[in-house]
Nanobody, 118 residues
Framework: QVQLVESGGGLVQAGGSLRLSCAASGMIFSINTMGWYRQAPGKQRELVAT???????NYADSMKGRFTVSRDNAKNTVYLQMNILKPEDTAVYYC????????????WGQGTQVTVAS
């Protein structure tokens, strides 16, 4: 019954910015991690950034300094601010939720396309 819906993707020129949002609905337990992964065609899905319910963040090295993850616990929403975008950032970005409900449960959004034009 958990659903993640991403928004904010689109086409942007290199050097531009985008802000992705992901709203989670359903039974979201207080102890959880939300964040973002991305996958380009023919490539493995990779970590972008995550943030815990207590505010601890984790970034992939290639994203540090350009991307910022944040969240609004009251709205069960996670954001990804992407700056200085590069063509290499072109991918489908997936929202991620890992929540503790006795066991850790994982959920994924359908993804939102980000295309960075050169």
């Amino acid at each position: 019954q958990v659903q993640l819906v991403e928004s904010g993707g689109g086409l942007v020129q290199a050097g531009g910015s985008l802000r992705l949002s992901c709203a989670a609905s359903g039974m979201i337990f207080s102890i959880n991690t939300m964040g973002w992964y991305r996958q380009a065609p023919g490539k493995q899905r990779e970590l972008v950034a995550t943030i815990t319910s207590t505010g601890s963040t984790n970034y992939a090295d290639s994203m540090k300094g350009r991307f910022t993850v944040s969240r609004d616990n009251a709205k069960n929403t996670v954001y990804l601010q992407m700056n200085i975008l590069k063509p290499e950032d072109t991918a489908v970005y997936y929202c991620y939720l890992r929540t503790l409900a006795g066991l850790w449960l994982e959920y994924w959004g359908q993804g939102t396309q980000v295309t960075v034009a050169s």
